[in-house]
């Protein structure tokens, strides 16, 4: 029972820190920013989901494959957007602040 | 039921970054946002397979996982290329 | 060869993990597809020392772990930005150093900084990483070098 009610707290908190990227997705001023707000839905939203989801199927072939999906996107998310913001900025797109790198 | 609205919380964040995709304003906007909506797809997937009680969908979602990510870095390559290709014609 | 070995070793038990079937047939097409990929990645040659075994070290577990609380953290963090965009965004770009003595282990500090939302690894030059953060809290926590001290830690056993 307790851990049924962990799992729904994890589902639900997780589809709402997916939302809230999306909100940053549409909100945020400019490429540089929004690849935050994309990470944001990457990264937690994928964890507590996952998490949520591996407590309601137990110690099982399932859970192992649930954990899987977890660490790819766990280890793709940063190359994808590192990639991004590499090919963003090699192609002349500035970054806003960026005069302060010198410091 | 708890599935079935979490799956409707990662439609949301679907739409929103599918309007991210829509409104740009620069190709890598529309990257980032397709990125963004195919790693909810898994999740969804995912959730799927729990709302319909069929556990071969977690495969679909494995593979969709690895497709997706191939998938972003091919297009960036591409449009890479094609922008390097683009500026030496200007001249 | 001996990475090629440990490669073919993680292949067998992804393959026996995801199938879960123990069917003669089943096992001859998975000892085909492993022969066939190790051989493939031998061919092109991206077999290196990503592949040695001894990289897994009790210490990464551990790293992760404080990872995800980062995670968690700096989640928060650019939440706060989404209510509140024009208060909270403060965009910089910073060069942050990065000491650890292997190549693996810098890539390692970069990807650990892009995984944390909040902060993105622009570019990774010789013992510098250049990064993009949103906010004050982001940029505050790159400079103050704990998550560099961390991959150095974890690099400390395998050395």
């Not at chain 3, 393959?15 to 492993?34: D, M, Q, Y």
Request: aromatic residues 8%.
């Amino acid at each position: 029972m307790i851990v049924d009610i962990l799992s729904w707290i994890l589902l639900l908190g997780g589809g709402l820190v997916g939302i809230l990227g999306g909100v940053g997705l549409l909100r945020f001023p400019d490429f540089y920013s929004r690849l935050h707000a994309a990470g944001m839905t990457d990264t937690l939203c994928a964890l507590m989901i996952i998490a949520g989801l591996i407590l309601q199927a137990g110690f099982s072939l399932l859970s192992i494959k649930l954990a899987l999906i977890l660490l790819f996107l766990l280890f793709t998310s940063p190359t994808a957007s590192h990639a991004l913001a590499r090919a963003g900025l090699t192609d002349g797109l500035k970054p806003e602040g960026e005069q302060s790198s010198n410091n | 039921m708890i599935y079935t609205l979490a799956a409707l919380t990662m439609l949301a964040t679907m739409a929103l970054a599918l309007a991210r995709a829509l409104l740009g304003p620069t190709v890598w906007d529309r990257i980032v946002a397709v990125n963004v909506f195919g790693t909810k797809t898994v999740l969804l997937v995912a959730l799927i397979s729990f709302v319909m009680g069929h556990e071969l969908f977690i495969d679909i979602a494995l593979a969709y996982a690895l497709i997706n990510f191939i998938a972003i870095i091919a297009v960036l390559k591409l449009v890479n290329v094609q922008h390097s290709l683009e500026r030496e014609e200007e001249p | 060869m001996r990475y090629v070995i440990s490669l073919a070793l993680v292949m067998a038990a992804l393959w026996l993990g995801l199938s879960g079937l123990f069917k003669p047939v089943l096992l001859a097409l998975g000892v085909v597809s492993i022969v066939l990929t190790a051989w493939l990645s031998w061919r092109m040659d991206v077999i290196g020392v990503e592949h040695n075994p001894g990289l897994f070290s009790w210490r990464l577990p551990i790293y992760w772990a404080w990872l995800v609380w980062q995670i968690v953290l700096s989640n928060i963090d650019v939440a706060r930005a989404v209510f509140n965009p024009r208060g909270h965004i403060r965009q910089r770009v910073l060069r942050v150093p990065a000491r650890q003595s292997r190549e693996l282990t810098r890539v390692t500090y970069a990807n650990s900084i892009t995984l944390t939302p909040g902060t993105v690894s622009l570019r990774l030059e010789g013992n510098e990483i250049l990064v993009h953060a949103l906010t004050k809290a982001g940029a505050d926590g790159v400079l103050s070098g704990e998550m560099g001290d961390r991959v150095c830690w974890l690099e400390g056993q395998s050395k």
